[in-house]
C-alpha cells in the first residue's frame, strides 16, 4: 500500500459491522468511506425493526463506537436489555452515523456493484498487491462512479440474498415463478405486511430463529383473524432444535422463544410438517402448491422463506478472495461460524442446521449433531443443547 495513504479505505455497508469498520479506522489515523445501498444506516435491519435480538445490548454495541458515541454525551442502553430491531437503529446506528466524524464519511443511496483492483483483472499478477482498489459505485438515480481506494472492507451482511427453498442449495423447480406468492424473509405480519397475512393459508419454511419469530408473530395474528392457518415445513426429521434447550439456554430470550413455539405446535396452532424437503411449486390461480421430494404436497396462499442468507459474492467476483468453502466467509471466520446453533449469528446462517430426515439418520446419532465440522468449537452462547460431531460436549 506504498503511496496509497492519502487514499480512502472504502467501506461497503453502513450497518453494525461497517460503521464500527469505520469507527477502528478512525482511531488508527486512516480514512474510512462508508457507501451504503439504502437511504440510511442501518437499512438491512430497519427490514426487520419488528423483531426482537435475542443478544442483549451489551453484545451488540462495539466499543470504537462506544467511544465515539460517548464523546457526543450518548447514553449507553441497559446492557442486559434485549433490543428491537428498530432500537438498535434508533439508538444506535442512526445516532453514531449522526456523529459528524462519521456522517461526513457516510454516502446513502451508494449500492457498490463491483470492486477490482484499478487498471488490472483478476489474471493478472505483476505489482497487485500495490495496486489501489477501483469500487464502482451505482448512485439511487442510476448514475455510475468509480472512487479509488487504498483498501476495501465488505461489510454488506447477508439480509439481501436469501437463500433459496428448494432441496440442495438450489431453488425448487417452479419457484421463480411462484415469486409473487413468496414473501419477504421476515415480513411484520402483525404490522406493515399484516393485509398481506391476515386470513390466509401460510406455509412457513426453515427450522432457524427467523421461522420461530415469524410463526410466533402469526400465532398472535390468528387470535384477532381467526381465518388464518399457519403450515410449517423443516426438512429435519424433528424441531427439537429449534425449540432449543430452553431454561439452559445462555440466552434466555432464545430459550423463551423456543419453548413458546414447541407449545404453539403441541397445541394445533401451528401445523408442522417434519422431513418435508421441497421439489416444486405449482403456481395455481387461487394459490401454489408445494411438492416435498417424497410426494406429499402443501397448498398455500403465501410462503415465508426462513432459509438463511448467503453473501453476495458477485460484487466481489473480480478480486481475489480466500474463502471459507462452506460459509463463504473469510477463511479464518469459516470454522467458527460454521457452528450456528452456539453462535450468536445463528439466523443468518439459517437453514445449514436443517438437514434432511434421511442425512441426519445416516450420519449418525441425535447427539452428533448437525454440522459437518470434525472437532467442536465453543463459542458464542450454550443453547442449553449438545453440539459438535463428537457428541460429548
Ligand atoms: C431477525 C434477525 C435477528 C437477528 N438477531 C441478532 C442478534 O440477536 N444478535 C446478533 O448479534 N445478530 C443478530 N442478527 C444478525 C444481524 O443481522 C447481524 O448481527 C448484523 O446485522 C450484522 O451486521 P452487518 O453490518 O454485518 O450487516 P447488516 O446489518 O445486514 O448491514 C449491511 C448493510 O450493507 C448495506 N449493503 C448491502 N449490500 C450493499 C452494497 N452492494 N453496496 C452498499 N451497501 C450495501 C445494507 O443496506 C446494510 O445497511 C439477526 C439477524 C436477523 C435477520
Not at 421476515?186 to 419469530?213: I, K, Q, Y
Not at 438437514?355 to 441426519?360: E, I
Amino acid at each position: 500500500m506504498d503511496g496509497q495513504t492519502s487514499l480512502p479505505v472504502a467501506i461497503i455497508g453502513a450497518g453494525p459491522v461497517g460503521l464500527a469498520a469505520a469507527a477502528h479506522l478512525l482511531e488508527r489515523g486512516l480514512e474510512p468511506l462508508i457507501l451504503e445501498a439504502g437511504p440510511t444506516a442501518g437499512a438491512a435491519i430497519e427490514q426487520w425493526r419488528h423483531i426482537r435480538l435475542f443478544s442483549p445490548w451489551r453484545y451488540n454495541l462495539d466499543a470504537a463506537t462506544v467511544r465515539l458515541l460517548e464523546a457526543s454525551g450518548w447514553e449507553t442502553p441497559r446492557l442486559t436489555a434485549l433490543p428491537y430491531g428498530g432500537e438498535l437503529v434508533d439508538d444506535y446506528l442512526a445516532p453514531l452515523a449522526a456523529l459528524p466524524a462519521l456522517s461526513c464519511r457516510l454516502q446513502t443511496g451508494a449500492r457498490v456493484v463491483s470492486v477490482t483492483r484499478q487498471g488490472i483483472d483478476k489474471t493478472h499478477s505483476r505489482n497487485r498487491e500495490n495496486t489501489p482498489f477501483t469500487v464502482r459505485v451505482q448512485d439511487t438515480d442510476g448514475a455510475v462512479r468509480e472512487i479509488t481506494a487504498a483498501g476495501v472492507i465488505d461489510a454488506s451482511g447477508t439480509w439481501s440474498t436469501r437463500n433459496p427453498l428448494g432441496t440442495s442449495g438450489l431453488p425448487a423447480k417452479g419457484e421463480s415463478a411462484a415469486d409473487g406468492r413468496i414473501s419477504s424473509p421476515l415480513p411484520d405480519v402483525l404490522g406493515r405486511d399484516r393485509d398481506s397475512f391476515a386470513g390466509c393459508r401460510v406455509l412457513v419454511v426453515g427450522a432457524g430463529h427467523s421461522a420461530a419469530n415469524t410463526l410466533i408473530n402469526l400465532a398472535d395474528l390468528t387470535k384477532a383473524e381467526p381465518g388464518t392457518t399457519i403450515l410449517w415445513a423443516i426438512r429435519g426429521a424433528s424441531a427439537a432444535k429449534v425449540y432449543g434447550g430452553g431454561d439452559l439456554d445462555g440466552l434466555p430470550a432464545r430459550g423463551q422463544l423456543g419453548s413458546r413455539l414447541r407449545r404453539l405446535v403441541e397445541a394445533g396452532t401451528i401445523e408442522l410438517h417434519t422431513g418435508f424437503g421441497i421439489s416444486s411449486f405449482k403456481s395455481l390461480d387461487s394459490h401454489v402448491t408445494i411438492e416435498a421430494v417424497d410426494g406429499r404436497t402443501l397448498d398455500a396462499d403465501i410462503i415465508v422463506p426462513c432459509t438463511g442468507f448467503r453473501p453476495d459474492l458477485d460484487i466481489l467476483r473480480e478480486l481475489r478472495l480466500e474463502l471459507d468453502p462452506a460459509v463463504e466467509a473469510p477463511r479464518e471466520l469459516g470454522p467458527n461460524l460454521g457452528l450456528p446453533e452456539t453462535g450468536v449469528c445463528s439466523t443468518d446462517a439459517g437453514s445449514s442446521c436443517d438437514v434432511p430426515a434421511a442425512a441426519t439418520a445416516s450420519a449418525g446419532s441425535e447427539a452428533d449433531g448437525c454440522c459437518t465440522v470434525p472437532e467442536p468449537v465453543l463459542i458464542g452462547f450454550q443453547t442449553g443443547l449438545a453440539h459438535g460431531r463428537s457428541g460429548n460436549n
